[in-house]
């Protein structure tokens, strides 16, 4: 998947946002609270997405207090086997699903999953904060975390003296964090950074993606990677470039919408939807709150990037939804 044309090609973004604050499209909908809405939902999936749904929950929660949301995020692999079951109602994921994981859903039911594009992430790699290192090619990043190299840089980066730093830092080891294969970030990373390669044994996995930062944050020496909305002041992230000597460009949000910024990514939702078929209220309701001006500030609360009315627009069309329903 070519992340870069991806995000142009459905996001259709201008880089507008500033780097301090995201302003969530102003031609998005208020939220309208409808009546005889009321059950149980279920979320299973992504780790990264977990405060944003417990944001998107509370909010909704507040509209509907007869209404009952059970979060559970260990991974985006959760989600396909959840949806599967029916034992869930949403499968937020931070990558899209397999292929596998679509075909073994539409056995299942006849028809393919429906992925909805609720925000915008980006991986970041993350180092401490006194670390002097401003950039990295993704290739370095890769002889970082893997032992296969498949990105194809000339030589394993055991130290940080190997990415070109001096003095009392040239020498010491690099400390590496990652999560665990359950995780969509693992997944998206192994892609796209390791090119499907192997991480090295010595990655400490790690359950959670606040972990991870919190984990570089306490080591002087560490390095990894995690999604922007856990971003701390103890941490730092580098700016990245496709190739060695190629430009290095930063985690700023006006780089995640112009797609310049190489682990740019969309945040998922999966629901089992029917194509032609009506939603239920309780499903209908949650989605449309989620793309709504209130559901995207909540993104935005959460250190990620609200989408665009196009895109909450297609979102809603692939579950038979408007966005400015009659």
Known sequence: MNVKSFLLGVLLLAAAASAQAVAVDPTLPSY???????????????????????????????????????????????????????????????????????????????????????????????????????????????????????????????????????????????????????????????????????????????PGSSSVVQGVASDLYGIGYSGIGYKTADVKAIALSEKIGGKAVSAEPENAYSGDYPLSRFLWLYVNHKPGSEIDPLRREFIRYIFSMEGQKDVVKDGYYPVKRVTAERALKSVGLSLDPK
């Open 32 to 206: 309208k609270p409808v009546s005889g809405v009321s059950g149980n939902l279920k979320s299973v999936g992504s780790d990264t997405m977990n405060n944003e749904m417990t944001l998107w929950a509370e909010g909704f929660y507040r509209l509907y207090p007869n209404v009952k949301i059970e979060i559970e995020g260990k991974g985006s692999s959760t989600a396909p086997t959840s949806l599967i079951a029916g034992t869930s109602q949403f499968g937020p994921m931070s990558r899209e699903m397999k292929a596998k994981e679509v075909d073994d859903f539409e056995k299942k039911f006849g028809y393919k999953p429906t992925g909805l594009p609720t925000s915008v992430d980006m991986l970041a790699v993350y180092v401490h904060k006194d670390n002097p290192l401003a950039s990295m090619s993704l290739s370095q990043v890769d002889a970082v975390f893997s032992k296969t190299r498949k990105a194809g840089f000339e030589k394993d980066v055991k130290t940080w003296g190997d990415l070109g730093l001096s003095g009392e830092w040239a020498n010491k080891p690099i400390s590496m964090y990652g999560r665990n294969s359950a995780s969509g970030t693992y997944g998206f990373f192994k892609e796209i950074v390791l090119k499907n390669g192997d991480f090295k044994d010595s990655v400490k996995e790690q």
